[in-house]
């Protein structure tokens, strides 16, 4: 972990995320009743039971969209039920003339929402954020501060977890909370107050009509003020502001989340002005037909649910593919000129979620050094759902352009990775991706919480005044908690079917057991309202008795206290995600069993499993399985409770969101150093002038030479033998001039076979030979091959000479070589090469997943061929082994100068290990690569007759 004092980057950061942490509320002037004009500047923070005659302030608060990037789901709920709870409810809100989308309910308007309270008709946007489901978010992401006004709602009666089991109100709350096609913009609020609530307004007979005022003229003279935003990544806000401490300066660049083309520019400049004063914020100004098309279409309608394994419903969502795509293009556009504007040499460049896809490499393009990273929020799906994506090689692309690309858990940056190489048929490497003339390191950096301050909020007398009401209520019961949104994802009809199972196996348990379900809106809520509604009424009607009633089914949020309070008085928190990136409910539910320590049972397809192994883990499309699982937590013994429960809170309490924020950032430092080193700058030609005389200074010198494609041109690798001699021939006599010399320690390092090498080099004494990629060694002077494999398992070459049958099968003039140990399957005689090397990547993967995972093998990509050998074989490794030999025999500085050259990949580990040896002691060390490309090597050569020519020059010069 990362220390708070350690500062992680010198530069600035620059954070670029969709919505900014601020936004803009304006103070425009509203008429009276007599049509006069006001311009009221009270504050509108009062309550919500402001009665709706109170003439009020217009305040235009911007359209905003929220998202909940922290798990992936985006709810829309706001736009429909937006109206805040947090202001005046009758707050008036003006927007911007001319960007007014038809407002009918059924067809919720995506902007802005008109209504009146004042009896003149204006255009409003409440403020679309703060309704409870969201507040509730705010407090549940790390670091921010409680509001009181959150608590305000307590005076609210929440009849929510404490409903009553044995009561009849439960039979009408199910009905009256799954309300008709339209929209409830009430469901958050107190019913008696439902009258007063803008929105409502909307769908009675209110006309609505344009402003008849001139807003453009409005909009440049109204004051304004700078307000925090209730959209946006908050977990990312506060993550990243918590770090700030190790930055020398933190800024965020992102829309405002509102229209904005009515303001005039000089509007505009004294915005950023003001953001750039006092809140580090830099605001991309889009045009609104793009925010909607980006945001509302292409993400919401396209990325999101691909990302989350719901391929797009074509019919409803083609219309939008082409259009929409041009619209995130010109954000993402928006986005790159923007933070290119505003860079400095040395900053640090952070993009944020799948909103901003292709802002990387728009960003590279201009600034080719500069250090950018990019994390996904949301899952990353498998590459077969990913295909279906139109636009997949642009995204892909885009996202290449970074240094960094960083993921939740293992199994998305997997997919990443595997997507990559099926799409774009680039390499995969260990540290992620290697293109033609850099890499992409891809890493994983779960998000946590910020366990401390949630600890603070759990003291909270609040808190423990729910527990003790919980207990009581359900005294002699068990508690089974879960807090979900009603996305389908979710998986809460899942759920509710398995606990239907779980009450038919386990009828004992009848009028013991409870489970609270809080379910929240979302965007499809009607439809999977629906769905679950129906399992919750059949169950319901099945299992209760007068007195006992199994499933309390809450379609309205509760309060943080509430939430904490439930989590504490749990004996188990069920969550059954169909799919989701990182939703922290589980890690709040860790925190909050410190005392109890609890099981949780967690879905495999949530994103926290990959973290939270000791959870019991249940396949949700499973429901006996999900039924036992509820029953062996329910059973679970109390040493094996704590143990699984202390291996949770390790995991919680080390990854917070601070961490996650740290790591990421010092990662891509780091990352873009090396990368910086090893790509940027040019490697330069290497010079027979500099390496002569360290060569002929040294005492003992060991030479590492790579055979086909160095010394042996590749065209001719096959045919040398037979054809025409020449060039073999002297190469052949420069070795044996260079082995002369007692001097030089001379070693052909080679993928061939034992026999092969013995066939070409046996005649010269004093060579070391090493074979088939490092798998067995003869050193100078012996006679016998050592082997450096561990004796033993070979199964894994069954398994992997079937799977490579299987692709010869399939790609005509492909064919399979079997050395000693390794196995290679070539395709360079393919009959179509562009098939061959998609086969060979689709091969790599399947080898990889299904016997890398058994075995310990790895499949590389070399030259038209893919080879498979054991993981802990390579050059590098058996260079160690000979340099470590050389060292027992002749003591520490045994050699003084090495000298090292390859030509391909598998060659570029040992030129790490060669430059690695020139640290530490007095060798001077010189690794050459042949061709120009990106490469560990510190010089190159162009080609097979260079390295010939310097190896004589060597060779005469001793
Ligand atoms: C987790 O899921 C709940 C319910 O779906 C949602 O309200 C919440 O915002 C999510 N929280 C985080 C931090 O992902
Ligand atoms: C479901 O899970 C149970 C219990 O783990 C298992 O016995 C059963 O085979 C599974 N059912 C299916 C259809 O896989």
């Known amino acids: ?331 993402n556009r928006a986005f790159a000129d923007t933070i290119v504007e505003n860079y400095r040499q040395g900053d640090t460049i952070w993009v944020n979620d799948y909103h901003l896809m292709l802002v990387p490499n728009m960003i590279r393009e201009r600034l080719p050094d500069a250090s950018i990273g990019f994390f996904l929020h949301v899952p990353f799906p498998s590459s077969e759902i990913f295909r279906c994506l139109h636009v997949r090689k642009e995204v892909l692309q885009g996202l ?156 309205q949020d509760i309060t943080f206290s509430q939430y904490l309070g439930l989590l504490t008085a749990a004996d188990l928190c069920l969550i059954t995600s169909l799919r989701d990136g990182m939703n922290l409910t589980s890690h709040e539910y860790v925190v909050c069993q410190e005392e109890q320590k609890n099981p949780l049972v967690l879905s495999e397809f949530a994103g926290t499993y990959g973290s939270l192994g000791a959870c019991l883990r249940v396949n949700p499309w499973n429901y006996t399985e999900v039924a036992e699982a509820i029953y062996e937590g329910l059973t679970m013994k109390e040493e094996e409770k704590v143990i699984r429960w202390n291996e949770l809170s390790k995991h919680v309490c080390t990854n917070t969101a601070q961490f996650w924020a740290s790591d990421f950032v010092s990662e891509l430092v780091k990352v873009h150093g090396d990368v910086q080193r090893r790509y940027s700058i040019h490697i330069p030609l290497l010079s027979m002038d500099v390496v002569l005389p360290e060569f002929r200074a040294a005492k003992r010198r060991l030479l590492l030479l790579d055979y086909d494609g160095t010394l042996l041109p590749y065209e001719r690798a096959s045919s040398v033998r037979a054809k025409g001699k020449t060039s073999h021939e002297d190469m052949f006599k420069i070795i044996q001039q260079l082995t002369n010399d007692p001097k030089n320690i001379v070693y052909i390092m080679s993928g061939r076979v034992q026999e092969s090498l013995d066939e070409a080099f046996g005649a010269i004494d004093n060579i070391g030979l090493c074979a088939e990629g490092g798998c067995f060694l003869k050193p100078a002077g012996k006679k016998t091959w050592e082997t450096q494999v561990q004796e033993g398992d070979t199964q894994w070459r069954k398994k992997v000479m079937e799977m490579f049958e299987y692709y010869r099968e399939r790609t005509p003039g492909s064919e399979i070589e079997e050395k000693t140990i390794p196995i290679v399957w070539h395709y360079r005689q393919a009959d179509n090469p562009s098939y061959g090397l998609w086969q060979a990547r689709e091969c790599q993967n399947h080898i990889e997943e299904a016997i890398g995972s058994i075995y310990p093998i790895h499949a590389v990509v070399g030259r038209k061929c893919l080879e498979v050998m054991p993981r802990d074989v390579s050059k590098a490794q058996a260079t160690k082994t000979i340099v470590e030999g050389l060292r027992q025999q002749y003591g520490t500085d045994a050699i003084d100068f090495i000298f090292c050259v390859g030509d391909d990949r598998s060659d570029e580990d040992m030129f790490e290990y060669c430059n690695s040896q020139a640290l530490d002691g007095e060798q001077r060390v010189v690794t050459c690569t042949v061709g120009s490309k990106s490469s560990e090597a510190r010089w190159f050569v162009p080609g097979v007759s260079t390295v010939l020519q310097g190896l004589q020059a060597l060779a005469q010069n001793a």
């Open 1 to 331: 972990m990362v220390a708070d004092s350690t500062v992680l980057t010198t530069g600035r950061l620059l954070v670029a995320t969709f919505f900014l942490p601020e936004t803009i509320s304006f103070q425009v002037p509203t008429r009276d009743k007599d049509g006069r004009f006001r311009t009221n500047s009270k504050s509108s923070n009062d309550g919500p039971g402001v009665s709706s005659t109170t003439q009020r302030p217009a305040t235009l608060i911007p359209p905003l969209a929220a998202v909940d990037t922290s798990n992936g789901a985006m709810s829309d709920e706001t736009q429909r039920s937006a109206p805040t709870s947090r202001g005046a409810p009758n707050d008036m809100s003006m927007a911007p003339k001319g960007i007014l989308p038809p407002s009918t309910p059924s067809n919720p308007p995506r902007y802005f929402r008109t209504t009146s309270s004042t009896g003149e008709a204006v255009t409003t946007i409440p403020r679309p954020i703060a309704n409870k489901a969201e507040r509730l978010k705010d407090h549940e992401r790390p670091g921010l501060p409680q509001r009181s006004s959150y608590h305000g709602q307590l005076s609210v009666p929440p009849p929510s977890i404490l409903a009553p089991p044995a009561e009849t109100k439960e039979k009408e709350k199910l009905v009256s909370v799954f309300p008709a096609a339209a929209p409830r913009p009430t469901l958050n609020q107190p019913r008696s107050k439902a009258g007063d609530h803008p929105s409502i307004s909307i769908h009675k007979s209110q006309p609505h009509r344009r402003p008849s005022i001139d807003s453009a003229k409005v909009f440049a003279e109204a004051a304004w003020t700078v307000e925090k935003a209730y959209s946006g990544n908050i977990g990312l806000h506060n993550a990243v502001n918590s770090i700030q401490g190790q930055l020398s300066k933190r800024i965020w660049i992102g829309t405002l989340g509102m229209a904005t083309d009515t303001l005039n520019d000089r509007t505009r400049e004294d915005i950023k002005a003001e953001l750039a004063l006092n809140h580090s914020s830099v605001p991309v100004f889009v045009h609104d037909s793009d925010f909607d098309g980006h945001y509302h279409q292409f993400c919401k309608q396209i990325l999101w649910p691909i990302f989350h394994y719901v391929l797009p419903d074509n019919l409803r969502s083609k219309s939008y593919e082409d259009g929409s795509w041009k619209h995130y293009v010109a954000v």
């Open 400 to 555: 290449l352009g970074a240094d960094l690309v960083g993921f939740q858990t293992y199994s998305f940056a997997r997919h990443f990775v595997q997507t990559c190489s099926r799409l774009l048929s680039v390499e995969s490497t260990p540290k992620g991706i290697q293109l033609e003339s850099t890499a992409v390191n891809v890493g994983i950096f779960p998000i946590g919480i910020d366990t401390k301050s949630l600890r603070i909020k759990r003291q909270d007398p609040e808190v423990a005044q729910w527990v003790k009401e919980l207990k009581e209520k359900y005294q002699g019961m068990k508690l089974i908690v879960a807090r979900d949104k009603l996305d389908y994802i979710k998986g809460v009809r899942q759920k509710m079917l398995a606990f239907e199972r779980f009450l038919n196996l386990h009828p004992e348990w009848l009028g013991k057991i409870v489970l609270i379900q809080v379910a929240l809106s979302t965007s499809e809520q009607n439809e999977v309202q629906g769905q679950v509604s129906d399992v919750v009424t059949r169950i319901n009607s099945k299992f209760s008795s007068l007195s006992y009633q199994p499933i309390v089914f809450l379609r």
